[in-house]
């Protein structure tokens, strides 16, 4: 049996030896200047991991690839754009930082804060996010307060506040944040040597579909990509504002990263679709769930419910005979590969409770081989 991975081919080698961050290494992509100090936790530079199964599920001529983003320091994505709304922070002589989080912005937020010596301020719903995020905010320091209502509401609230008092927003409707988090995009080109056909996102905020598209389209722009792929967004089917057009008063999902009724980047996440040529669709929470199963158990990667949106879709939009479709319609020969590439946008030991909600726990047995043997299937 092999587990090799076709290997796509390799981008201009223009990194430096040691990786220093998203910052460092795409400087020119970004609003940035030598007088900008640099706060990094050398995020980015995550792996880009071929997935034999679900390239099989899918069949001939596609190959899938997961960008394995719970690997950057705080765990998630946010790391890419929170590096450099802190280190513009720190350049405009802000003291502290704001965000509404539902726990991964709160993570690095505060994470990034702590790097810079920035005070954080954090506003949570209450009883609403994964425990994880909860303890990664508090042990780096950020002063916490959980709101009795959801993340649409904790949003307006640092919206004003930041508006009354000289403090930083760093909710992705800071701008820096977008920029850093574009750098994913760049990353995925370098290393397939080419655009993906399909990019496959988990939608919540949708700052982050909106992040890739831009860097796709710079990109492309700067003649380092020849095409752009098609956007393919995905919304929890009860937070699902964007497909059905409505804002969502009470959004539900098991999947907390994106149980958002109302998304601050709503515009430009129809944008990405449109422009792309793509689709933003809702996942139910079995999906979500199956994907996190399929990935843990088949691909070895822990992610967190929200990430596991992506290969539901993927799923979904597959047993539909969409990629097929397609490709025959942008009249693609099928023996080309077809490059599919799903973000994994944050880490299940996040969530380390859903995990044990899904899965039956260990069984107690006393000391005994022989019942122990039988217990685990071995006779
Ligand atoms: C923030 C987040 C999302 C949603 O990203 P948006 O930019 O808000 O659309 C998805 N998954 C995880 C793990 C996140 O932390």
Redesign the pocket.
Known sequence: MTFATPSPSTGAASRPAAWRGVIDAYRSFLPVSTATPLVTLLEGNTPLIYSKVLSQRLGEPFHVYLKFEGLNPTG???DRGMTLAISKAVESGARAVLCAS????SASASAYAAKANLRSLVLIPRGAIALGKLSQALIHGARVVAVDGNFDVCLQLVRAMAQQHPITLVN?INPFRIEGQKTCAFEVCDVLGRAPDFHLI????????TAHWKGYREYHRGGRIASLPVMLGFQARGAAPIVSGRVVKVPKTIAT??R?GN?ASWQSALQARDESGGRIDAVSDRQILEAYQLLAQHDGLFV?P??AASVAGLLALARGGYFRRDLKRRGRRLKDPALLVCTL??HGLKDPERALKSIRPPRTLPPQIEAISKAVGLR
């Open positions: 998630s994505f946010k539902t726990g991964n912005t992705s988990p939608v919540g905020n949708a700052g982050n579909i990263a994106i958002i998304p967190e929200a990430s946008t944050g």
